[in-house]
């Protein structure tokens, strides 16, 4: 390969990340240190009032009090997706448990059927939980078939955003938890049979340990767009329970506070690549153990 | 005596079942309540296809699909091309300074959220007064495309044997010819999984159309959002089932392909 096509195949690449991403990334951090403008937008200056308001509301007389009404959304966020990770992860065990044990063409056709939904495209699949948490709605009604009281009020709780997001990310567990379950040598949990291992010791003591790489690559896969995620907290929590991304998107929208918009992505940005290089250094020492 | 098979697990099967009804119920309470008569979506009357046609007359729906089709399609098209120049240097380059980084960074739109880049070019956009509305999502998908593209075709240049390249080589084709004739066929079916990847995430975008909505530029989700937040109506189950259709039959496509390379590979 020639030196010049060595450089220039890589230009396009480079640059449309430059520009699109890393340059923005850097003016949404000087954003964030702005001043806010009159009628929306801002000034540049350097001003930490932003990061500041997360924390503080300012009183009558300029003094600042604690307000822990910014610091319950990022503390919600956290535990939403955190909760939608643990969900997901207990589910996919199992389901990639199963398929790995089926003939070579059923897995390819069960695997196909993990996927599909994730295909469809995201606002369809949270409209249809819309349908069925919805007032009225197929949940509802089943329930009352079945002689339950009438009840309402499946919709717009944390239950609802939390199964929204658990259907919308599972594929991205299911897919490295199954890839990990999948090489786990057969004759590995027959010695522990052997040994007079039951069934749960060959779980506890040998699955668990050979999937951990799995889980933990699936776990960082649907935490993190969960931290960030938009929709089932708009639809499927009606807005009322705010998450960091809902609170961005407003920010930018109706409230028209952008330099206190851009301090929220920098702190959710912060917190996820928080997330990725905690993992990186976890991989890098298990690497070097393994050596 | 029955042969207990000591990799299997009580209720596995049925648990296994009850996930793959939980996966596919809310695609299925979309598709059939599409077909309910009733303007009430969850109250089932009758078979009717009326509300297909209600939707096919939807000006503003054609034109938000209008609209998203030029964006994906000239996204895609972008996305794929960077990605397969980025990807033969990466694969093919020896000694290459900087692989990793460049690695990172073609995948970067990947690993960050996409709320935290939709709204950093907005303020860009905002900043340089760019106001044409198709131009900005043009911009945008073609940045978060480009990993999808990337990946599948970076899998199957490495994946491909060195030998045949190396082959045309020793038949004095030039490295362009080389790649034309040799190259390109072989990785065709990921050039056209990653294109398709890559087609079907512009056109399924959310948060970053939306947040860039303006000029005209509504694209199909942003638009079906608007309806949504109107309330659930057995129009919008038309729309969502036509949707469903669309990306089940391009999903099919990619997997046969995927299949297809796996078993050339």
Redesign the interface.
Known sequence: MSKSFRFWGLVPAWALMILTLIIPILIVAGVSVAERGAYGGFTWSFDLSSYQQILYSVGWTDELEFDPKYVAIIGRTLLFAGGATLISLLLALPVAYYISQQSARLKIILLYLVTLPFWVSMIVRVYAWLIILGNDGLLERVYRMFGGADISGFLFTPGAMITGMVYSYIPLMILPVYASVEKIDPALIEASHDLYGGRWTALKRVILPLAAPGLTAGSILVFVPCLGTVLEPMLLGGGKQLMMGTLIQTQFGGARNWPFGAAIAMVLLVLVVLVLLLNARRARSQMEAAL | MKQHN????PG??P??IL??LW?????A??VI?SFNDNRL??VWTEFSTKWYATALDNAALMGALEISLKVAVISTVCAT???L??A???T???D?KFRRV?ET??N??L???????A??????F??IGLTNGLLKLV??H??FC?PFAFLPIRARLQGMSLDFEEAARDLYAS?FTAFRLVTLPMIMPGLFAGAMTAF?MS??D??TS??LNSGGATTL?VY??SL?RQG?TPE??AI?TL??AA??I??TLV?ILN?RAMRRG
């Open positions: 000591i990799r299997s697990y596995l099967r648990f296994s996930f793959f996966l596919y119920l809310p695609i309470v979309v309540y979506v969850s091309l960077i990605a120049l980025a033969i240097v990466l093919r380059a020896t290459l460049s960074v073609v970067l739109p690993i960050l959220p996409e709320i935290v880049l709204v950093a070019v907005l303020i860009l905002s900043q911009l945008a073609t940045a480009t490295p079907v056109m399924d959310f948060i939306n947040l989700p079906i959002f949504i659930t919008l189950n969502s949707l469903i990306s089940l391009m999903a997997l299949v």
